[in-house]
């Protein structure tokens, strides 16, 4: 039985792309917005803004310098991350279906979840431009962590605790825009019932929202 990933948004009436060429999509979409950030927001001023009350200012030159210099990496590296983190998304959908005996192909899930994350870096998109309209004077360590369309932009962040106020940012529109194409892309195999799905996805971006506050809360207590 075939099937196309979450119709009719990519069968044959709408964005029709080989895997690779929506891989190469999302791939250069990222570093687009990386590039962007990095010229644009996480500026030299921006960095004595939120820095200036821990370090001197020529400290913070050298740290900015620094910055810049290891960011180069990232844009080597984010085809490699790109790919290990939707094959890891695409691992975990599968993992419970094949232990219910439902036989969807890994490589439909690749597609299905590289299809989703050109919500997630849209989402990315309107989160630079919401910045890019900020002075450098405005931009503070709690408006980095602030994510336009989600529950922490409606919120005072020096009420909660960071990591807490970062992983709120993740109930956005963008997520659940990601978790809606998941489901449907899901359904659309005709393979699995609609409570089941609700229920996988529903698991899945809660255990992945649980390694994400982990992640922070690590490196927040190794940097303190």
Known sequence: MSYSVAQPLLGKRGLNLKTWQLFLLVLLAN??????????ILTLDVYHNILSEQMESTRIDEYFETFRKVSQWGY????????????FIALLIQLPLVLVFIDIRFAYLFRLVTWASLLVTAGGFVRFLWLFNLEAFEIHKNILNMTPFSINHLLDASVYPETAYMILGKFSVFELCWCLIIYNGLLSTGKIKKEYAA????SMWAALLLFQWGLVAYFQGASA
């Open 31 to 40: 570093i687009a917005l990386m590039l962007l950030y990095n010229e644009f």
């Open 76 to 87: 080597v590296a984010q085809p490699i991350m790109l790919l290990i983190q939707i094959t």
């Open 199 to 202: 229920l996988l996805i529903f």
